[in-house]
């Protein structure tokens, strides 16, 4: 492991700076203001530093990072959805490198299935312009149908795709004890960080009681809550006017979340793919939080979408055909490359890693058919 550069560390100073005077101004912040601050500051912000990397050189990888047999999968998704629409657009949420939009147009045009615009809505501008720098490289013939979006679109038919972008919104921790609810945020010395138990606003102490009375949480029970989510996923549902948000991402259904051996919530934080304690040297760090799938479907049932379908990573690729696309691919592989690719496969569906532990969500709007993703293992009553 090699520690932050001068560099880097620089800039974890100034972003611990900017946190203690929030703090001094407050007395203590919430977590989710430190992980907002920590994630997205516009200058000092883990997400919008320059050298900001997912994959194996960076702190955490993500699948579209691990094969391109993951965005093939999708693309089968996809291009099945478009059959029914008139004229479907792609857009995609927190895209990261690109990789997933590169490899998802390469096969979309392989199914004869190219969408007319492929929309890309990126809150980092580091990011965006490394997806900029790769899709004109990897897709060139594509590349005027990428459009980089300032805001969400409203009236959109077509799929909206999230990979692992809900388990980066900011959320707030919460501790039960002595049968009362308290927050658990953040207060600071000197550049260092420390948790401060608090009494929670008004909101969040409701949103906490409803969830203590549906699990019976009892003290000592620790967890958090996206107070976020619920406003991005109302605005996601209101601005789709047929097709599917298709959500990828660590998470449970909230039987599960909040299921009472859980006593210590899902937060975690990733510093060159080890785990790391979310306080320290922030803006050089990861920092995630499971998501909510029952939160998720409730909030966009308001706005008219449907729950067309959840399930494992794993069941999602499986039936998206993942096994008949690997057997192509690995007729012209060498020994080496053969048995990367079954590591790739191990990784995207074994249950230890990414196959049980991310779900895959679809919510549609005026959609008829069955989705091929979710033909194999229904989960829907989990939720
Ligand atoms: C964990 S990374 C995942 C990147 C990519 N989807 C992948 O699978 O490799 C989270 C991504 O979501 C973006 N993001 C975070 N919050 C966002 C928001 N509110 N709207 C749009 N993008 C967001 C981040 O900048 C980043 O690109």
Redesign the pocket.
Known sequence: MTLPNKQELARSLALSRCLQQEIQQQKAISFARFMELAL?HPDFGY?FADTID?GRQGD?I????ISPLFAQCIAKQVSQIKTELQEGSVLE?????G??ASDLLLELDKLKSLPHHYYI????PA?RRKQQELLKNTVPAYFSRIIWLDSLPANFTGIIL????L???PAHRFVIEDRKIWEQSVIGNDGVFNWQLTAPHAKLHEKVQALCERHHLSSGYISEINLHLPP?IQQLAAALDQGVILLIDYGYGQAEYYHPERQSGTLACFYQHRQSDPLILPGTQ?ITTHVDFTAVIENAADYGCELAGYTSQAAFLLACGLMEMAGRASVELSIQDEFHLHQAIKTLTLPTEMGERIKVMALSKNIEQTLLGFSMHDRRRDL
Not at 93 to 97: M, R, S, V
Request: no cysteine; net charge negative; aromatic share 18%.
């Open positions: 997205y997400y997912i955490f993500t699948a579209p990072e949420l927190g895209a990261g490198t990789r997933l809505y990126e809150i980092s990011l999230a990979n692992e972008v388990d980066a919104l991005f990861d």
